[in-house]
């Protein structure tokens, strides 16, 4: 069975920076695009970074120029490092990752518990 183990988030000053680390254990298959969601009390889960396994990268504009997304295929991790962080960062992190399944699509049904991210001075 397939788990997003994720690691890394906490309280940090307005300006710090934290990163955050996912790892995927258990699949015997191929990992295609890893990601980052956030939700905040009150609003709906949204992206915040992907990165396919050749390196591509996308970023939620609000986050571009602050935040990086990189992934170790070797250790099926996904990184996100946040600098200069803001109160509205604040919210719960969701790792996400598409896993191949035996028929050999990819389901991108696979979901971390969840860390805090919590900005504020």
């Known amino acids: 069975q397939v788990q997003l183990v994720e690691s890394g988030g906490g309280l940090v000053q307005p300006g710090g920076s934290l990163r955050l680390s996912c790892q995927a254990s258990?699949?015997?298959?191929?990992?295609?695009?890893m990601g980052w969601y956030r939700q905040a009390p009150g609003n709906r889960r949204e992206l915040v970074a992907t990165?396919?396994?050749?390196?591509?990268?996308n970023y939620n504009d609000s986050v571009k120029g602050r935040f990086t997304i990189s992934r170790d295929n070797a250790k099926n991790t996904v990184y996100l490092q946040m600098n200069s962080l803001k109160p509205e960062d604040t919210a719960a992190y969701y790792c996400?990752?598409?896993?191949?399944?035996?028929?050999?699509?990819?389901?991108?049904?696979?979901w971390g518990q969840g860390t805090q991210v919590t900005v504020s001075s």
């Open positions: 996400n990752a598409a896993i191949q399944q035996p028929n050999g699509y990819y389901s991108p049904d696979y």
């Open positions: 258990g699949s015997r298959f191929r990992i295609g695009v």
């Open positions: 990165i396919t396994s050749g390196g591509n990268t």
